[in-house]
């Protein structure tokens, strides 16, 4: 397992010389943000962006995220030379040494929670998802506010969107991503990089829009389509464990012995209702005890099963003061990072 960090770029407020002096840090996931979505990275700004990070004394095989254009997702006729450029973005990324790209195939939106700054009783805040405030909202009907949702698109273009999706179901999702997939596996085997899919975050249907990772069954279907060890997984338990009948010891395991789980998003979350169902959660601190999902189950069952790829703390906490990008501060993620490192290295060492 290499651990890493995700860095927003040069404006990032958590620096790389913070990040380096975190203990058992090799390397940063990160990308380029000013690129706009759709058009190819281009070789030299990939190198400089490398630049910055190797100075530092740390790697960046991991991008995060190179992302995929609606026009795909939706399987337009624009798709063709929109497959082209993320093709060429791939090449130049393997001729910067990155070995793996995360991206997600959700419709519009991409992670959503409700409140971004939810109090906890020990005084830290952090961020929460409660299902009756999002079904609250009707992005069709009014103007949409939603935490953390970053305004891409005018009002007009969301209608607009959202009304070409009404023609797409989850099939017909699946078989554009497998379109998509089926395009890139062969530029994927030849330049050794790995394709990691972040799942849906909440792993349901939002908004009437189709969501199409988001469990066992559609991950089985997903890699059995487009069969290829390239055709991966990032693992984001905070992500898939949202819905509470994701067994995600089960499904750490199985992937990884597939070797299909190229990144792991290590995160906790704590459900607060106790009734069955998806109504409330908070994100927590990362180890076990904080939170509803069994870290240590999860890490022992990558560590058995083989998993030799990339890990990141994922979210954390806005704690002693900090006030940076919500999920993306330097205090509770480090505890996070550190925490990891210490079950895994006593995992390793107890299991020769
Ligand atoms: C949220 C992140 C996601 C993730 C993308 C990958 O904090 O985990 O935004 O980067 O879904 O494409």
Same mark, same amino acid.
Request: hydrophobic residues 35%; negative net charge.
């Given at each position: 397992m290499k651990m890493t960090f995700r860095w927003y770029g040069p404006k990032d407020p958590v620096t790389l010389d913070m990040i380096r002096q975190i203990p058992g840090m090799t390397g940063v996931v990160t990308a380029l943000y000013t690129i706009p979505v759709g058009q190819v990275w281009d070789l030299d700004s990939i190198l400089a962006l490398k630049k910055q990070v190797t100075d530092a004394g740390l790697e960046m095989e991991v991008i995060e995220s190179v992302p995929v254009h609606e026009e795909i997702k939706l399987g337009s006729d624009k798709r063709d030379a929109l497959i082209d450029n993320y093709i060429q973005t791939i090449r130049n990324l393997a001729k910067a040494g990155v070995k793996v790209i995360c991206y997600n195939f959700m419709p519009v939106f991409d992670w959503v929670r409700s409140d971004l700054h939810y109090n906890t009783k020990d005084g830290s805040n952090c961020l929460a998802y409660s299902q009756e405030q999002i079904d609250a909202i009707d992005p069709k009907k009014q103007s949409l506010s939603l935490p953390g949702w970053d305004e891409s698109y005018t009002k007009e273009e969301l209608q607009n969107l959202l009304k070409r999706y009404e023609a797409v179901d989850e099939e017909k999702l699946f078989d554009n991503m497998v379109y998509f997939l089926k395009r890139l596996m062969p530029v994927c085997e030849e330049c050794d990089v790995k394709m990691a899919v972040h799942p849906d975050d909440p792993p349901w249907s939002l908004f009437g829009l189709p969501r199409i990772v988001r469990d066992e069954a559609h991950l089985d279907r997903l890699f059995s389509a487009v069969d290829s060890k390239y055709n991966g997984l990032t693992l984001c338990t905070g992500s898939l464990g949202a819905d509470r009948n994701n067994d995600l010891v089960k499904m750490a395991a199985k992937y990884a012995k597939?070797? !299909?789980? *190229?990144? #792991?998003?290590? !995160?906790? =979350?704590?459900?607060?209702?106790?009734?069955?169902? *998806?109504?409330?959660?908070?994100?927590?601190? *990362?180890?076990?005890?904080?939170?509803? #999902? /069994?870290?240590?189950? =999860? #890490?022992?069952? #990558? *560590? /058995?099963?083989?998993?030799e790829g990339y890990t990141r703390p994922d979210h954390g906490r806005n704690i002693w003061g900090e006030e940076r990008r919500p999920g993306y501060g330097l205090y509770d993620r480090a505890l996070g990072a550190t925490y990891l490192y210490g079950v895994w290295e006593a995992i390793d060492k107890s299991s020769k």
């Amino acid at each position: 397992m290499k651990m890493t960090f995700r860095w927003y770029g040069p404006k990032d407020p958590v620096t790389l010389d913070m990040i380096r002096q975190i203990p058992g840090m090799t390397g940063v996931v990160t990308a380029l943000y000013t690129i706009p979505v759709g058009q190819v990275w281009d070789l030299d700004s990939i190198l400089a962006l490398k630049k910055q990070v190797t100075d530092a004394g740390l790697e960046m095989e991991v991008i995060e995220s190179v992302p995929v254009h609606e026009e795909i997702k939706l399987g337009s006729d624009k798709r063709d030379a929109l497959i082209d450029n993320y093709i060429q973005t791939i090449r130049n990324l393997a001729k910067a040494g990155v070995k793996v790209i995360c991206y997600n195939f959700m419709p519009v939106f991409d992670w959503v929670r409700s409140d971004l700054h939810y109090n906890t009783k020990d005084g830290s805040n952090c961020l929460a998802y409660s299902q009756e405030q999002i079904d609250a909202i009707d992005p069709k009907k009014q103007s949409l506010s939603l935490p953390g949702w970053d305004e891409s698109y005018t009002k007009e273009e969301l209608q607009n969107l959202l009304k070409r999706y009404e023609a797409v179901d989850e099939e017909k999702l699946f078989d554009n991503m497998v379109y998509f997939l089926k395009r890139l596996m062969p530029v994927c085997e030849e330049c050794d990089v790995k394709m990691a899919v972040h799942p849906d975050d909440p792993p349901w249907s939002l908004f009437g829009l189709p969501r199409i990772v988001r469990d066992e069954a559609h991950l089985d279907r997903l890699f059995s389509a487009v069969d290829s060890k390239y055709n991966g997984l990032t693992l984001c338990t905070g992500s898939l464990g949202a819905d509470r009948n994701n067994d995600l010891v089960k499904m750490a395991a199985k992937y990884a012995k597939m070797g !299909r789980v *190229h990144f #792991l998003h290590a !995160r906790n =979350i704590k459900f607060t209702n106790t009734e069955e169902g *998806h109504m409330f959660f908070h994100e927590s601190p *990362h180890p076990t005890e904080c939170g509803s #999902l /069994d870290m240590y189950g =999860i #890490l022992k069952a #990558l *560590h /058995d099963n083989g998993f030799e790829g990339y890990t990141r703390p994922d979210h954390g906490r806005n704690i002693w003061g900090e006030e940076r990008r919500p999920g993306y501060g330097l205090y509770d993620r480090a505890l996070g990072a550190t925490y990891l490192y210490g079950v895994w290295e006593a995992i390793d060492k107890s299991s020769k």
